[in-house]
C-alpha cells in the first residue's frame, strides 16, 4: 500500500449531476495529481496542486475543478458530468513539485456517469 | 503539448520469451518513469531514468534512456505469468512539473 487513500471507491451518477472525490496524500507529501484514466488508456493529466495551489492544468474543461487543503488532501469536483465522464479516476502524490519525484498513485475512483 | 506515444498496443508471449515495450517523446524529456498496472488495480511505480542514455536493471527488466533523451524502452528477459499488466511510460516535461503518459503497452503472458 502507498498510503494514498481515495474515496469513494466506485460512484454512478447520471448526466448534469456534479460529483465529488476526495484523495488523502501520503504522509509529508505536499503535491497532488489528478488524472483520468478511460478504459484502455493511459492516465491523462487533469491538474495538480502543491501547497495548496494549483499547480499545472491539462487539457480538461472548466467544469472540471480541484481544492487542496492545509494537510495537503484535495479534491476533484466535476460538473455538469457527461457520459464521457466515465472513468477510473486517479491521484497521486509526492513530495515537492518536481517530476523527478517519485510519486504515489492511491487505488482510484471508479466513476459512472448514466 | 508534449506527447508521448507508446508501442506496442498489445504483446500476447509464451511464458519464457522476452517483451520490450517502446516510448518515444514529442519533446525532450527532463526524465521518464515507468509504471505497471495489473487489472482492475492503479499504476504502480517501477523505475525513474534521468540521464541522457541512461540504463538500469531490475531483476529480469531493464529499462533504457536515449541520448536524446525522447525515447525510451523496457525489456523483461523471460516473461513469467506474474509479469500480466500494462506498461506505462510516463515523461517529465523539461520546463514544468507534469508527466505526460503514453497509452501503455499491455502485455499477456500465456503459461
Known amino acids: 500500500e502507498t498510503g494514498v487513500t481515495q474515496s469513494p471507491t466506485h460512484l454512478i451518477k447520471t448526466r448534469g449531476q456534479q460529483v465529488t472525490l476526495r484523495c488523502s496524500s501520503q504522509?509529508?507529501?505536499?503535491?497532488v495529481s489528478w488524472y483520468q484514466q478511460a478504459l484502455g488508456q493511459g492516465p491523462q493529466f487533469i491538474f495538480q496542486?502543491?501547497?495548496?495551489?494549483?499547480?499545472g492544468r491539462g487539457n480538461f474543461p472548466p467544469r472540471f475543478s480541484g481544492l487542496q487543503f492545509p494537510n495537503y488532501s484535495s479534491e476533484l469536483n466535476v460538473n455538469a458530468l457527461e457520459l464521457d465522464d466515465s472513468a477510473l479516476y486517479l491521484c497521486?502524490?509526492?513530495?515537492?513539485?518536481?517530476?523527478?519525484?517519485?510519486?504515489?498513485f492511491g487505488p482510484g475512483t471508479r466513476l459512472t456517469v448514466l | 503539448g508534449q506527447q508521448v506515444m507508446q508501442i506496442p498496443q498489445y504483446q500476447h508471449v509464451q511464458e519464457g520469451e522476452d517483451f520490450t515495450t517502446y516510448c518515444n517523446s514529442s519533446?525532450?524529456?527532463?526524465?521518464i518513469q515507468w509504471y505497471k498496472q495489473r487489472p482492475g488495480g492503479h499504476p504502480v511505480f517501477l523505475i525513474q531514468?534521468?540521464?541522457?542514455?541512461e540504463v538500469k536493471k531490475q531483476k529480469r527488466l531493464t529499462f533504457q534512456f536515449g541520448e536524446a533523451k525522447k525515447n525510451s524502452s523496457l525489456h523483461i528477459t523471460a516473461t513469467q505469468t506474474t509479469d500480466v499488466g500494462t506498461y506505462f511510460c510516463?515523461?517529465?516535461?523539461?520546463?514544468?512539473?507534469?508527466?505526460?503518459f503514453g497509452e501503455g503497452t499491455q502485455l499477456t503472458v500465456n503459461p
Open positions: 531514468l534521468v540521464k541522457s542514455g
Open positions: 519533446t525532450t524529456l527532463s526524465n
Open positions: 497521486a502524490s509526492r513530495q515537492g513539485l518536481p517530476s523527478y519525484n517519485e510519486q504515489f
Open positions: 504522509s509529508g507529501h505536499n503535491t
Open positions: 496542486y502543491y501547497r495548496e495551489e494549483e499547480n
Open positions: 510516463a515523461g517529465g516535461e523539461t520546463s514544468g512539473s507534469r508527466l505526460t
